[in-house]
T-cell receptor, first 114, second 111 residues
Framework: NAGVTQTPKFQVLKTGQSMTLQCAQD?????MSWYRQDPGMGLRLIHY???????DQGEVPNGYNVSRSTTEDFPLRLLSAAPSQTSVYFC?????????????FGAGSRLTVL | GQQLNQSPQSMFIQEGEDVSMNCTSS?????WLWYKQDPGEGPVLLIA?????ELTSNGRLTAQFGITRKDSFLNISASIPSDVGIYFC???????????FGTGTRLKVLA
C-alpha cells in the first residue's frame, strides 16, 4: 500500500521551462492538494481538488495549473518556471469522511529553478 | 495568508531533555493537528486533538488543545536523537477543506 506517491523527487529547471509534478494516491481519497514549503513560511496551499473534475485555488496559485481527471492522480503543472518557484512541493490527501480529516503527505518533490 | 503562530522557531537541546513547543491563533478552531517532518520526507501526523481541553499522549509525546480553543502545545519527554526534525501545528475547520499550518519548530538534539 503506497499511500501518496510523488515524482520526481528532485528536479532542476531553467527559467521559462515547463514541467509537471506527479501525485498519485491509492487510498481512494476524495481530497487532494498541493503545498509548497519554503524556509520560515511553513506549508502554503497552492491548489486543491475535492473530487475528479473539481479543482480550486489555494493561497498561492499563481504560476501553477492543476487538473483532476481521475480520483487517483492530481498533477501540478508549471507552465513557465521562475526562480521564485524554487521550493519543496508536497502532495497531501484525505478521505473527507466524518472524523477522518487528517492530511496524509507524500515524500515531497524538491524543485530548483535556475 | 492566515498562519498559526508557532514557537519557538528552533531549539537545540541535549539528549534526554524535555521539549515544549506551542501554537497560537487569533481565531477559534475545531481541530488541532501536530505533524513531524523528518529531513527529506513529508510531514507525518503525530497527534490529533478534537475537543477543547483534550490532552492526548502518543508515547513520549503529549499534546493539549487549549481551553480557549485558540492554542495548543506539544511536549516531548526524554528526547532522543531521532526526535530531530521540524514539528508543525495545523488547524482544520470541520466542514471545510481548509487547513492552516504553523511555520514550524525545528528541533535539533545533541547527543
Amino acid at each position: 500500500n503506497a499511500g501518496v506517491t510523488q515524482t520526481p523527487k528532485f528536479q532542476v529547471l531553467k527559467t521559462g521551462q515547463s514541467m509537471t509534478l506527479q501525485c498519485a494516491q491509492d487510498m481512494n481519497h476524495e481530497y487532494m492538494s498541493w503545498y509548497r514549503q519554503d524556509p520560515g513560511m511553513g506549508l502554503r496551499l497552492i491548489h486543491y481538488s475535492v473530487g475528479a473534475g473539481i479543482t480550486d485555488q489555494g493561497e498561492v496559485p499563481n504560476g501553477y495549473n492543476v487538473s483532476r481527471s481521475t480520483t487517483e492522480d492530481f498533477p501540478l503543472r508549471l507552465l513557465s518556471a521562475a526562480p521564485s518557484q524554487t521550493s519543496v512541493y508536497f502532495c497531501a490527501t484525505y478521505s473527507g469522511a466524518v472524523g477522518a480529516n487528517v492530511l496524509t503527505f507524500g515524500a515531497g518533490s524538491r524543485l530548483t529553478v535556475l | 495568508g492566515q498562519q498559526l503562530n508557532q514557537s519557538p522557531q528552533s531549539m537545540f537541546i541535549q539528549e534526554g531533555e524535555d521539549v515544549s513547543m506551542n501554537c497560537t491563533s487569533s481565531s477559534i478552531f475545531n481541530t488541532w493537528l501536530w505533524y513531524k517532518q523528518d529531513p527529506g520526507e513529508g510531514p507525518v501526523l503525530l497527534i490529533a486533538l478534537y475537543k477543547a481541553g483534550e490532552l492526548t499522549s502518543n508515547g513520549r509525546l503529549t499534546a493539549q488543545f487549549g481551553i480557549t480553543r485558540k492554542d495548543s502545545f506539544l511536549n516531548i519527554s526524554a528526547s532522543i536523537p531521532s526526535d530531530v526534525g521540524i514539528y508543525f501545528c495545523a488547524e482544520h475547520t470541520s466542514g471545510t477543506y481548509k487547513y492552516i499550518f504553523g511555520t514550524g519548530t525545528r528541533l535539533k538534539v545533541l547527543a
